[in-house]
């Protein structure tokens, strides 16, 4: 069984960090983004390369992992992190493009269970976590590292929880990767963001966290001091658009004012 679950949990972080689209070419715009945007972003970028014929070429992980690579001279032009910490050690190295750091989406935290009928929970602190596990695996991201585990533990830290559950959770590279052990049955519960849990119909929601028990989550993005494109700026701001607003909205994001 363990040996399963870890090469399920290879082929999730490799699907994770594929390219969307060939590897990039000279006049191609380099986006880094949070796992967690997959399917949005894809969309959204889809639709921008639609109106303006410039390609992008995307790159999905976990957001540590990304901001380290940036901070190692990868070639990206923009980055999109799952939270601000991520952004503000960027900002702190000095490879982020001055005033171009914007906020550009909300999200929430979820309690997902494999399959897609399980029924509801109320979630606070008498939630019998380690009950409901019954000897399966809590699935997150990285507690230390990735936003979606970061979130995760600090919620459950707020409520009382994460004494009890701490030994039983398996943690992945990223948040697309600890969705998939839900839905592939190879752990009986997990923590994503909303967004994640919309586009996998394996899993169900079956409490949403209090938004006091974790920091707001918000995700930010900037444009690198590397950046040379033309069109980065362009990009940035078609991510805060009204032509984006309903796409992220579609795919389970919330959109500032």
Known sequence: MFRRFCRRAAAALLAATFFIAAPARADDLVVFAAASLTNALEAVAARWMDETGSRVVISFAGSSALARQIEAGAPADIFISANTDWMDALAAAGELREGSRRAILGNSLV???????????????????????????????????????????????????????????????????????????????????????????????????????????????????????????????????????????????????
Do not use: C, K
Request: charged residues 15%; proline residues 6%.
């Open 111 to 257: 309690l997902i269970a494999h399959g897609a009928d399980a029924s509801p929970v109320s979630i606070d602190e008498n939630l019998d976590f380690v009950g409901m596990l019954d000897g399966g695996r809590l699935s997150m991201a990285l507690v230390d590292a990735v936003p979606a585990g970061m979130y995760g533990r600090e919620a459950l830290t707020t409520l009382g929880l994460w004494g009890a559950v701490a030994p039983h959770v398996a943690q992945s590279d990223n948040v697309r990767s600890a969705l998939a052990f839900v839905a592939l049955g190879e752990a009986p519960l997990g923590i994503v963001y909303a967004s994640d849990a919309l586009v996998e119909d394996s899993v169900s929601v079956i409490a949403t966290f209090p938004e006091g028990s974790h920091t707001p989550i918000t995700l930010p993005a900037a444009i690198t001091a590397q950046s040379e494109h033309r069109r980065a700026q362009d990009f940035l701001d078609f991510l805060s658009s009204d032509i984006a607003a309903p796409i992220w909205r579609e795919y389970g994001f919330s959109v500032p004012d």
